[in-house]
Nanobody, 127 residues
Framework: QVQLVESGGGLVQAGDSLRLSCTAS????????MGWFRQDPGKEREFVAR????????YYADSVKGRFTISRDAAWNTVDLQMNSLKPEDTAVYYC????????????????????WGQGTQVTVSS
């Protein structure tokens, strides 16, 4: 079991920055990869970023590449999402997720790849 708790959401203006944090507990933190997703009401949950177990490899959605940075800190069991140059279209509930099943055949950007999810944190970007 893995428990995930997100924090750091809020209301900002376009062009501002925001940093989300996800604190994990329950299993050895370095044993699983982590991802961030987001979801607007009425839309499907979409991939934002992923970081490998060691932090050596990262992936980003094209829509956030160059603006968002995912990182992890094994000392604190946290995965952060630094979001710069925010746009109104970044408005969504953001979720962190843990990929603990190394045998999963699902793509890294698919929600089915991830086994545990946080409760989400709201990010609202005004124009």
């Amino acid at each position: 079991q893995v428990q995930l708790v997100e924090s750091g959401g809020g209301l900002v203006q376009a062009g501002d920055s925001l940093r989300l944090s996800c604190t994990a507990s329950g299993r050895t933190f370095s044993s699983y990869a982590m991802g961030w997703f987001r979801q607007d009401p009425g839309k499907e949950r979409e991939f934002v970023a992923r970081i490998s177990r060691t932090g050596a490899t990262t992936y980003y959605a094209d829509s956030v590449k160059g603006r968002f940075t995912i990182s992890r800190d094994a000392a604190w069991n946290t995965v952060d999402l630094q979001m710069n140059s925010l746009k109104p279209e970044d408005t969504a509930v953001y979720y962190c997720a843990a990929d603990v099943n190394v045998a999963s055949g699902a793509n890294y950007y698919s929600t089915s790849r991830y086994d545990y999810w946080g409760q989400g944190t709201q990010v609202t970007v005004s124009s």
